[in-house]
């Protein structure tokens, strides 16, 4: 499979926008499940960002970004699901799933 | 609501202000020859074919390792935040979803251990077979959300473990056998990380099953 | 076949547009999901761009993280996510109808 010069460049361009768009909705939006969705966007970005550079390298593939980013997915699976049943308690404790309102709705 | 949205708050500002700030960054970054040299040049003592496994599961095995103890503390951690709610799924009636599921489960379990073999000439390794088993036993415990036949705690417990250990054994071994912390002796290699990897499918599979039942087993007491 | 009838050109040009149009697709499901209201809604958009996510990275030359991601970021997140989503309408449900009884 070959990748021309290009196309990294647009996967580049995509990861740091998928980063930032992850991190405007981490800070904005209230609601936990929201929250969670965002950190996993935000890990999105950051793989495709390893998987840019290693497709730009000069020596051909890089196997090794590949295989951090197979460690990055697992491991933020399981962070997910100890995030999603914190978020659970904090529904049963507070009876609110979402921060509270002191700044602005939504 | 929609108007908000668009108003220039500071967080929009400071989000574009990174935005912008990272493209430039990651427009000039300098070409550089990566890893891909190294790793062609050792791949003769791999002990697999393929560049992605011989990484994963020789040359950074520490990090591999790390990571499958941190699945297994995933599991720890939820279980130690209570006990698991039933699914909140009907059982699915009619002949239609069981039908299908025998003859899907054994497909599935065919491919996941495929998936792993294959990792050591080409796509794919213990984290793909892992994965589709544990999605297969996902399927599973969906399907019968009031009689979910788990194994007994202790099995569970060892099936989750199994990873771990027998990757900290093989690389104790290799430790004394003085190949250094997770070195393998060449001649072996190719036996021991299909070992490895073969456990470690089966303890992701397991666990990614008990992370989505969540909480420890209602019916088990865990305080001996 | 055809492909082996065109001009490399072409071929090229295809493929630039063809990730043209994966990215921002990719930035449009993002961007949909985490502004909506409808929590479900964003979850389901979620599995999507986990689907998505795995066709870009067999673009990028990576296979394995796209058969990782197929089977681990869309499969079993989005179980995950689901599970999650129907017990905390659970709880919702629970609340509001001790809510009423008191």
């Known amino acids: 499979m070959t990748v021309d010069v290009i196309s990294p460049q647009i996967y580049l361009l995509c990861g740091v926008l998928l980063f930032v768009l992850g991190l405007h909705a981490l800070v904005v939006r209230r609601h936990l499940l929201l929250k969670i969705l965002a ?68 | 609501m929609i108007r908000r949205r668009f108003a220039l708050s500071p967080a929009l500002l400071m989000s574009l202000a990174l935005a912008g700030l990272l493209i430039v960054v990651v427009l000039d970054l300098p070409p550089q020859p990566g890893l891909a040299g190294p790793v062609a040049q050792a791949m003769d003592q791999a002990g697999v074919g393929h560049p992605v496994t011989a ?32 699914i909140p799924a009907r059982p699915v009636q009619g002949p239609v979803m069981h039908g299908t599921l025998r003859h899907l489960i054994p497909v599935a379990v065919v491919t ?113 | 076949m055809q492909n082996h009838a065109m001009p490399d050109e072409i071929t090229t040009w295809l493929l630039i547009g063809f990730d043209v149009l994966l990215a921002l697709t990719l930035l ?38 796209a058969l990782a991601e197929a089977a681990i970021g869309a499969g079993v997140t989005g179980a995950l996510l689901l599970v999650a989503l129907g017990r905390l309408r659970r709880l919702e449900n629970r609340s509001r109808r001790e809510g009423k009884n008191t």
């Not at chain 2, 103890?69 to 279980?79: E, P, Y």
């Not at chain 2, 969906?142 to 690389?171: D, H, I, K």
């Not at chain 3, 993002?30 to 689907?51: E, K």
């Open chain 2, 55 to 86: 990484v994963l599961l020789n040359f950074r095995g520490y990090d591999t390792f790390l990571e499958l103890a941190v699945l297994m503390l995933a599991v720890l951690s939820i279980w130690s935040l209570g006990r698991r709610d039933p």
């Open chain 2, 112 to 224: 996941g251990g495929y998936l792993v073999w294959v990792g050591s000439s080409d796509s794919g390794g213990a984290f793909q077979g892992g994965a589709v088993l544990g999605a297969a036993g996902v399927m599973l415990m969906l399907s019968l959300p009031r009689e979910m036949p788990m194994p007994p705690a202790l099995l569970q417990r060892l099936g989750l473990s199994l990873g771990v250990f027998a990757f900290l054994a093989v690389g104790t071994a290799g430790l004394l056998a003085g190949h250094g912390f997770m070195g393998y002796p060449p001649a072996w290699a190719y036996h021991l990380i299909l070992g490895i990897e073969l456990a470690a499918a089966v303890s992701i599979a397991l666990t990614l099953v008990l992370l989505f039942l969540g909480g420890r087993s209602r019916k088990v007491r865990h305080d001996r």
């Open chain 1, 39 to 106: 950190v996993n966007i935000m890990g999105s970005g950051v793989f495709m960002l390893l998987l840019g550079v290693a497709a730009r390298g000069e020596g051909g593939i890089d196997p090794v970004p590949h295989a951090l980013v197979i460690t990055g997915i697992v491991v933020a699976v399981s962070a997910t699901a100890v995030a999603l049943v914190l978020m659970l308690k904090v529904k049963a404790a507070t009876g609110l799933a979402r921060l509270p309102l002191s700044g602005p709705e939504d």
């Open chain 3, 28 to 65: 449009g499901v993002a961007w949909r999901l985490l502004a909506g209201r409808d929590l479900f809604r964003s979850v389901v958009l979620f599995i999507a761009f986990g689907l998505l996510l795995s066709l870009a990275w067999v673009r990028l030359a990576a296979p394995d993280v």
